[in-house]
């Protein structure tokens, strides 16, 4: 190309060139011996070339790679530049465009890469360490730093290049309606104790249904790995992640479904209410007759169908269980602060069949329980509960506490009276009315949990299995609403739970309508389905 074109394309360019530099730059200094390479190569470039037909893509070409060439030098320009990689160009391209968003974008994808890759780059080019003190620093091979090199600058590369979709969590995270458990929190409270936090809870949710990388979770919630690596770290510490080939991860946290159907519920509510019916006619009458015989027992009321009625409640959420058979010890989520359990969360809900016409006008079958609790201060201490809506108690396992108990036997005992010095423990037993006017309010027995509960009969096995026929074919049926690896819990579960609670609850509804049980007073619901257990009545 002739002289006087060159510089008079050096001419038109020399502003947008500096304005490249200095973009590019940190300082002034910086930018002017930035600009005066480019210039020089672009001149001699020029020189050499016969025609080019998009003058401006071709300085944008040669100013990149300039700078490319500058930073592999100088190696000063820290939080921007990477040596040897080159942000995609085209001939299109107009030095008015902001570079600032392809910087930017550039960062974005480094924090992308793994953990180690990560490091490895921001020492390499960021804090110029050479490979020699990387290796010795994360105690690799030399070899190995230069393959992450390598393998980091091709990834950025095809990062650059592919457009980042921020997944469905990331545009609408889903929210916890509630946590529950079955088993030992530990020292800690529940599942809300570790994915309460909503980052935390759409992290476990996010490798549900199909088991992630690290890198796959980022990108299903909108973050890089960096933001999320330690607490992918944390959950998995604590059992609600569990890593799988591949170097994926997923759960066993048991989150209910976001769909149902109506029918299929009302369906089995009707299997359940026949099954009610049946074990008040065949089961209570057992349980009745095994406990009459119990003296040694404290009722506020002195009403004995609130103690037969806690018994008959037990006998049925506890005695008439179907076993699958299935193992379900994965399930376990046992934590580092001493919790072993199954973590359940209740997910907003809408029917596949809004328009079906219910049939049943059925009242809420919603408890907390059983619920059972111990003392090492006081040995003979223990207590057994479930919570419905028989019951006037308030806050669920969470409010349950095994003090409530050690101050009972401490009051029945004399250990303590109602004076400044007991005013927290008094208060206490107040706030959940155990105690009030000097007398106890809940059901006691002399004696030890299991002596009671193993008088209480078990469903007769020809009985439950007749009962319960139909229940497999509604446990498989709930397993479409269930990833695969839920589908072991749902189905013992379904069946271990169908004769629980709610049948237990619905009992209850029989005896008090027909006229077994006398309808329950107010007083009498601080204690309904509540037991205590120690070597101590009231009034010894």
């Known amino acids: 190309m002739e ?67 500058y930073v592999s030098n100088k190696k000063k320009h820290e939080g921007i530049s990477l040596d040897g990689i080159q942000i995609p160009y085209y001939d299109e391209y107009s030095f008015e465009q902001d570079t600032g968003d392809r910087i930017y974008r550039l960062r974005e994808e480094v924090a992308f890469l793994s953990q180690k890759r990560r490091q490895i780059v921001y020492d390499f080019y960021y804090k110029n360490r050479s490979i020699e003190e ?19 600058r091709n990834e950025l590369k095809e990062g650059f290049s592919m457009e980042r979709k921020i997944g469905k969590l990331g545009l609408n995270p889903i929210t916890a309606l509630s946590y529950g458990h079955s088993g030992n929190p530990g020292r800690n409270q529940g599942p809300e104790s570790y994915i309460g936090d909503k980052m935390n809870l759409n992290i476990v949710y996010s490798v549900y249904w199909e088991p992630k990388t690290l890198q796959q979770i980022a990108e299903e919630l909108g973050l890089t790995p960096v933001y999320i690596e330690d607490k992918v770290s944390f959950l998995e510490e604590n059992g609600f992640l569990v890593k799988t080939s591949g170097n994926r991860y997923t759960t ?136 419905t809506r028989y ?39 107040k706030e959940r009315q155990f105690v009030t006017d000097n007398k106890v309010n809940i059901m006691m027995i002399k004696g030890g949990a299991n002596d009671f509960f193993d008088k209480i009969p078990s469903l007769d096995e020809n009985l439950k299995n007749e009962l319960v026929k ?3 074919e509604y446990a498989t049926m709930e397993t479409k609403y269930y990833p695969p690896q839920m589908h072991d819990l749902v189905i013992a579960w379904t069946l271990g739970g169908f004769i629980g609670t709610t049948v237990a609850l619905m009992v209850m509804d029989i005896l008090y309508t027909n006229g077994t049980f006398k309808p329950i007073t107010e007083k009498e619901k601080i204690t309904a389905n509540l037991i205590m257990f120690s070597d101590t009545l009231p009034n010894e």
């Not at 989520?333 to 219910?358: H, N, Q």
């Not at 806050?395 to 005992?413: C, H, K, P, Q, S």
């Open 134 to 152: 990387i290796a010795k620093q994360l105690q690799i091979p030399e070899g190995t730093v230069k393959w992450h090199l390598n393998k980091a």
């Open 391 to 429: 019951d006037i108690r308030q806050g669920a396992w969470m409010n349950n506490l095994y003090t409530d108990y050690e101050y009972v036997y401490e009051f029945i005992r004399g250990m303590i009276s109602d004076n400044p010095a007991n005013s927290e423990k008094f208060a206490r037993l």
């Open 3 to 69: 002289k006087e074109k060159v510089d008079k394309i050096i001419t038109d360019y020399l502003q947008k060139i500096y304005g490249f530099s200095i973009k590019k730059s940190y300082l002034y200094d910086e930018a002017e011996e930035l600009c005066s390479q480019i210039v020089e190569q672009l001149y001699t470039s020029l020189l050499k070339a016969n025609e080019i037909f998009n003058i401006e893509g071709y300085v944008w070409r040669i100013s990149e790679h300039t700078y490319a060439k």
């Open 470 to 472: 139909d229940a497999l």
């Open 252 to 387: 066993y946290v048991q989150f209910l479904p976001t769909k149902y159907s109506r029918e299929a519920k009302e369906n089995c509510r009707k299997i359940q209410l026949k099954i009610a019916e049946t074990l008040v006619k065949e089961y209570v009458p057992l349980i009745r007759k095994a406990v009459s015989d119990v003296d040694n027992v404290y009722i506020p009321s002195g009403n004995r169908e609130v103690f037969e009625a806690a018994a008959i409640f037990y006998a049925i959420s506890n005695k008439c269980s179907v076993h699958s058979g299935r193992d379900l010890s994965k399930y376990d989520i046992k934590t580092t602060a001493g919790g072993d359990f199954v973590a359940t969360i209740d997910l907003e809900s809408k029917p596949i069949d809004p328009d079906f016409k219910s049939t049943l006008d059925l009242p809420s079958y919603g408890a907390c329980g059983s619920m059972t609790r111990t003392s090492v201060k006081y040995p003979s201490v223990y207590s057994w509960s479930i919570d």
